[in-house]
């Protein structure tokens, strides 16, 4: 029972645009300039509040509903993005990126989608990073590989979310056209003192040189962990020693100020 009224206030959330978008920087670790932008959504519940999405991105995974929510991501953001380059020449450098869920890329069309929406809301495919899970990849993944080439081909990159933490198998890795690891903030926590979380992300740091990927921390929360994984070589980041995912408001003059609000 309450699993159905949960399901219920979600469609209702969808029909009535109850969801909004925070944006977190992501930085280079070196000087700390932005360089893009982590999509992630929030549920203004008109009862219960600001509702995160671990609380509700599960029940959508389950009902299905993650497919309406996530298509309703990927065009707000790609809209915001090509707005506020049009607002601001100089950041047309900047990317978005956006968590996309697996049955998002294994819907017949997923990579159709994708594209026609880049079209419609003038957005360079180049400022678009796609972010998937590990474990979710695992379940589909031919139909997501072929998704994925389809979506390299038109310059949209690719980001390993959570790297570390999924069932994952590395061999994977060779056959997705993936471009960026994303070091799962686990892994971040700590390295300062717990010698084996600094070698599983200097072993992590190895496999993307050997896969040429990029690389981005994430939930790094201390200058220290900073310092370190600029020692390691990993080039960028974000967490809450950088910024808190902000209102678009306040991502708007982030860009005009080009000044990090901590
Ligand atoms: P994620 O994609 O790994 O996003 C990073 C999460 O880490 C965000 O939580 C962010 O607020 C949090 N974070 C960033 N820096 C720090 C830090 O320094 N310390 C700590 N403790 N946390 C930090 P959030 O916004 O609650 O999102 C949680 C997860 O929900 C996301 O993890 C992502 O898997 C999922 N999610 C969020 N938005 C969407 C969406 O639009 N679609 C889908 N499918 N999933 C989403
Ligand atoms: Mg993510
Ligand atoms: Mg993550």
């Known amino acids: ?3 159905s009224q949960s399901e219920n206030e979600l469609r209702e959330a969808i029909e009535q645009e109850q969801f909004d978008l925070y944006y ?4 280079k670790l070196a000087d700390r300039k932005v360089v893009g932008f982590e999509a992630l959504i929030r549920w203004h519940h008109p009862i219960k509040g600001l509702i995160t999405p671990s609380d509700f991105i ?3 995974e389950n009902t299905g509903l993650i497919i309406p929510i996530g298509w309703w991501v990927l065009r707000s953001a790609c809209q915001q993005m090509a707005a506020w380059q049009q607002e601001h020449p ?4 900047l990317f978005i990126s956006i968590n ?3 049955q998002q890329f294994s819907q017949p069309y997923g990579g159709h989608i994708i594209t026609r929406t880049l079209a419609e809301t003038g957005l360079n495919p180049r400022c678009l990073k796609l972010e998937i899970t590990e474990s979710e990849v695992m379940e589909n993944i031919d139909v997501v590989i072929n998704t994925a080439e389809q979506l390299k081909t038109s310059g949209v ?3 390993m979310d959570d790297f570390g933490t999924g069932y994952s198998s590395l061999s ?3 056959c997705l056209p993936v471009d960026t690891l994303k070091i799962d903030r686990s892994f971040v926590q700590n390295i300062e003192s717990d010698r084996s979380k600094l070698e599983l992300v200097k072993t992590i740091i190895k496999l993307a040189e050997v896969f040429e990927l990029g690389l981005i921390a994430e939930g790094i929360e201390t200058e220290q962990q900073r310092v370190q994984l600029i020692d390691l070589q990993c080039e960028y980041g974000q967490g809450f020693l950088f910024s808190k995912p902000i209102s ?3 991502t708007k003059s982030l860009i005009e100020t080009k000044t990090l609000l901590v």
């Open 248 to 250: 678009k408001l306040k």
């Open 24 to 27: 977190q920087p992501i930085v």
């Open 100 to 102: 996309i869920s697996s």
């Open 58 to 60: 599960p029940l959508a």
């Open 1 to 3: 029972i309450e699993q």
């Open 172 to 174: 994977h890795l060779h």
């Open 157 to 159: 990159q690719l980001s």
């Open 90 to 93: 100089d950041s047309d450098k």
